[in-house]
């Protein structure tokens, strides 16, 4: 069994906090998730979080213009730039105070950075500077009384807006000009969230807080301003510029240039020369928001130069599209009753991208043909359980907020949400044909959803009433078992006519877990009351057997071939069980392995919080070998069950945005009165942080008491995909899943000293085909495998399969899988797979625990390939008869005028008086 499992995507949540941000080409969509960067690509259908973890929530993010360089900042100022080609970080920067905005100048030479009162140009790092000279700083431009809400920057790069809580909006110049000066604009009555500029123009539109819009027009064309040479331009060491147009001597004075004189000889700068605005228009955007709320503010906006579109949201969930500089209503649509986070155009202007915090919702939206691009939202409360489908193509999960959702593990996109149940999901689980979701809820209902049609067909109840915390099928999927939180009792239905057949009782506790036997027809249920019992469910005698354990069990799994049982235990135990005898085999001690972090409200060390840890989700491997287990911690930890050792432990996160990460607390924060971290600094204009918070009991909206809350990290549940090859946890931060990159491990098999690249070619060229495979396979290099398989024949491949040693079967339907997948000689892999399966077939199934995941892998493959292919026929189907149609019409078009044309020729021939037939 190989660990070399890496992080590969995070799904369940597609957006936390920050703004949003398309690539270049308009196909992707760049959104913060955590501390995390999550790129969905509109056009494939696929999403794909980066392989980079900031140590805080990342804010806000800035793309260069060339696309290949994303620039993130968290949210206490750390900034990390990262290549969007290699997926790294090339360069960390630290600013010295929170980022409200970063912008990228559009020719990719700078970047403007609003830091408190103060906006800072710093170069930025990129093939346009032909260096790697990040974050020095150009200008520091100051003067504002209040923090920088928003910045933009002229076509030329040359000029910045920024606008300010102040209700003021600033314009200055990077570079020092002959006509410009500057500018500070006025009469917002509340702060300014939103400033623009129009293309290759010094006209600007400012939006407020209170919804109102001011366009501004300016007395200067941007080509007009004249901009001095480099040489004269002057830098104090704080960063702010000379004012002045000339050079200054040692003593400080300033005189004029040779060049200078001259042109002011030529042409008299006078103040009237200057670049001034005057308001054009102002537009009131609140009138149009029609809503029971009586403080409804503008959030977010975005505008596209070259399509003039703007683009408001407000905090009520409404957003709005007008045409400028006209202030035509194009569209207004609601998409919640949260408020909007964030909008972005793409480069076309044809998708919008709407991001709501509150919900964790993302959304593109085409505004022409008024359809959604993409409209995805992840559980915005714990996720609580989750499972595999059998085929491991799909992963199931549910929540606190009472939602089932159904994500797909190639694209990462949820396609089905079921929200039937009124309370938090405790448990899922999927039957063995793949065709039914299964789960239990503190509702008290047990509800079966059908995967085909994606609708609730059945839903199993107590006759009284009962929270249900645990959830288990049999294998043939006819009978569901759940256990109640409150009543003590497990309760058994008929999938086929939703009867309760028996109420199981014994009990003294919560049932914490329960688990049915792969292989024989028994439940084993897990409780706080220091036991685990064995149940026969179809004898219907009752409890088989009931077995102590040293502390409250919270969790309890069979192995894959059912003859083994592992559980977990409140003192931090794992202990291993033989079902047949009811024997302990085996222990681990595995408190020590949770590494826990200290909250800000412990007050002892995290050395004896540890103490109180356990784990709360257990998982037997695919082949059985090891089990992953997983609890109050940010750590998930993979044991040998033969040798009862750590094996390997995984961190899932370094996120200081959550509780119990740090080891240990900050002792500057510490004083006579308590913890500082404690004291909520919420920010009243801050949406974002708002929406970060937990309301009174009861309340649903209007809750001003309402509070933020760090939450703290865990793994709710933690599970192994059939195929083998990746597994997931349900943790605070989403649903994380680790895959295994075989390529990246050198692993031969029986290698020995004449097996090189260079024997295996020579053997291939003598045509002994069956011992070149077998010498590939035992140096598993990728490409010479390839190779080799890739240089038989199609008539050979049944003789080379049937030679085939069954030693290297594993090896070789792994790489079948790979080739299935990215190779494009799909009927010729396919060809050496039904060999395979045919010629080896009682060999797999005498062998079946080991090869089970991967015939899983296998079949999850050709599944995938059918619906691509699918799609791909189904297009050019229709495209053949739309072709075809086509040209019928213009046949008969043709003949149509054909006919036409003779029947004026037989006028010709045989004319007619009309005179004459009007006599008659």
Request: with cysteine; aromatic share 10%; net charge negative.
């Amino acid at each position: 069994m190989k660990f070399s499992y890496k992080f590969s995507n995070l799904l369940g949540t597609v957006y936390h906090k920050g703004n949003v941000v398309f690539d270049k080409d308009g196909n992707s969509v760049i959104s913060p998730v955590g501390n995390r960067v999550s790129v969905f690509d509109l056009k494939q259908n696929k999403s794909e979080t980066l392989p980079i973890e900031s140590q805080y929530n990342i804010k806000n993010v800035t793309l260069s213009p060339c696309g290949n360089i994303l620039i993130a900042v968290n949210e206490v100022g750390q900034c990390l730039v990262c290549s969007l080609v290699s997926k790294t970080v090339l360069h960390q920067h630290r600013f010295t105070n929170k980022v409200r905005s970063i912008r990228y100048s559009p020719n990719g030479q700078y970047v403007a950075v609003a830091k408190g009162k103060t906006v800072f140009v710093y170069t930025a790092p990129g093939a346009t500077m032909r260096q790697f000279h990040a974050f020095s700083i150009v200008h520091a431009l100051k003067g504002f009384n209040d923090d920088v809400q928003c910045l933009d920057w002229t076509s030329d790069s040359k000029f910045v807006v920024a606008g300010c809580r102040d209700m003021t909006t600033r314009i200055f110049s990077v570079f020092l000009t002959e006509n410009f000066r500057p500018c500070c604009l006025g009469s917002h009555m509340d702060s300014v969230v939103a400033c623009f500029f129009e293309e290759n123009s010094l006209d600007l539109y400012t939006l407020s807080r209170n919804g109102t819009l001011i366009v501004w027009r300016s007395s200067v064309n941007l080509e007009d301003i004249v901009v001095l040479k480099e040489e004269w331009v002057k830098h104090r060491v704080d960063g702010s510029e000379d004012v002045g147009n000339g050079e200054f001597n040692e003593a400080g004075e300033e005189y004029e240039t040779p060049d200078l004189k001259r042109r002011k000889d030529e042409k008299q700068i006078g103040s009237e020369l200057f670049a001034t605005y005057h308001k054009e228009a102002m537009h009131l955007m609140k009138t149009l928001v029609q809503s029971e709320q009586k403080f409804v503010s503008l959030t977010a906006a975005a505008y596209h130069q070259q399509t003039r579109i703007l683009v408001s949201g407000f905090s009520n969930g409404a957003f709005f599209l007008h045409e400028m500089p006209e202030f035509n209503l194009i569209h207004s649509l609601s998409v919640a009753e949260q408020h909007i986070s964030s909008l972005a155009f793409n480069c076309t202007g044809d998708w919008l991208s709407i991001a709501c915090a509150g919900l964790g919702q993302l959304l593109v939206w085409e505004w022409q043909s008024e359809t959604y691009v993409l409209k995805q939202q992840g559980h915005f409360n714990n996720m609580n359980c989750l499972t595999y489908s059998p085929d491991g193509q799909f992963l199931i999960t549910g929540g606190d907020d009472g939602k089932v959702k159904v994500w797909n593990m190639s694209s990462g996109f949820c396609f089905v949400t079921f929200t039937e149940h009124t309370s938090s999901v405790t448990a899922v689980s999927c039957t063995q044909n793949g065709k039914v979701v299964v789960s239990a809820s503190s509702d008290g209902t047990v509800r079966a959803f059908d995967l085909k049609r994606y609708r609730n067909f059945k839903t199993f109840t107590s006759p009284k009433p009962t929270q249900f915390s645990s959830l288990a099928l049999d294998t043939s999927g006819e009978i569901i078992c759940a256990g109640g939180h409150d009543s003590f009792e497990i309760f058994v239905w008929s999938m086929q006519n939703g009867r309760l057949l028996e109420v199981l009782s014994g009990h003294e506790a919560p049932i914490a877990s329960l688990s049915f036997s792969p292989m024989h027809s028994v439940v084993v249920s897990a409780s706080w009351d220091k036991t685990f019992r064995i149940w026969d469910v179809f004898s219907g005698k009752g409890s088989r057997e009931a077995v102590n354990v040293v502390s409250d069990a919270l969790a309890i799994t069979f192995r894959p071939d059912g003859i083994e049982l592992a559980v977990s235990t409140l003192n931090g135990q794992i202990t291993f069980f033989e079902v047949q005898d009811a024997v302990q085999v085996g222990s681990i001690e595995g408190r020590n392995d949770l590494k826990s972090g200290r909250r800000d409200t412990d007050l002892v060390s995290a050395k004896l919080i540890q103490k109180g840890k356990a784990f709360t989700s257990l998982c037997y491997t695919a082949d059985g070998e090891c089990i992953l287990a997983a609890g109050q911690s940010k750590c998930v930890c993979i044991y040998n069950v033969k040798h009862q050792i750590l094996i390997k432990k995984f961190e899932i996160t370094q996120n200081r945005s959550f509780d119990g990460v740090n080891d240990y607390i900050n002792r500057r924060k510490m004083t006579e009165f308590g913890n500082l971290a404690l004291i909520e600094e919420r920010d009243p204009d801050d949406d974002e942080e708002r929406a970060v918070s937990i309301a009174l009991p009861g309340v649903k909206k209007g809750d001003m008491a309402s509070r933020v809350y760090k939450p703290e990290v865990r793994v709710m549940c933690i599970e192994f995909s059939p195929t083998g090859r990746s597994w997931a946890a349900a943790t605070t931060e989403g649903l994380l899943v680790y895959s295994l990159d075989s390529n990246l491990v050198f692993d031969p098999l029986d290698l020995e000293t004449d097996i090189t690249t260079s024997s295996i070619r020579e053997t291939l060229l003598e045509k002994e085909y069956s011992k070149a495979l077998m010498m590939a396979l035992k140096l598993k290099e990728h490409k010479l495998v390839v190779e080799v398989v890739e240089n038989i024949s199609p008539d050979e491949v049944r003789l080379v399969i049937s030679s085939l040693s069954s030693r290297y079967l594993e090896r070789f339907i792994s790489f079948l899988c790979d080739q299935l997948e990215s190779s494009a000689h799909l009927e010729f892999y396919l060809l050496w797979s039904e060999n395979l399966l045919m010629i080896h077939g009682q060999h797999l199934k005498d062998r079946s625990l080991h090869m089970l995941p991967l015939l899983h892998n296998l079949q999850r493959t050709l599944v995938r390939k059918r619906q691509q292919l699918e799609k791909i026929c189904d297009y050019n189907k229709y495209m053949l008869r739309y072709v075809l149609s086509l040209g019928d019409i213009v046949r008969k078009k043709a003949e149509a005028k054909e006919n036409e044309d003779y029947s004026d020729e037989d006028k010709n021939i045989f004319p007619v008086d009309e005179e004459m037939l009007q006599d008659e």
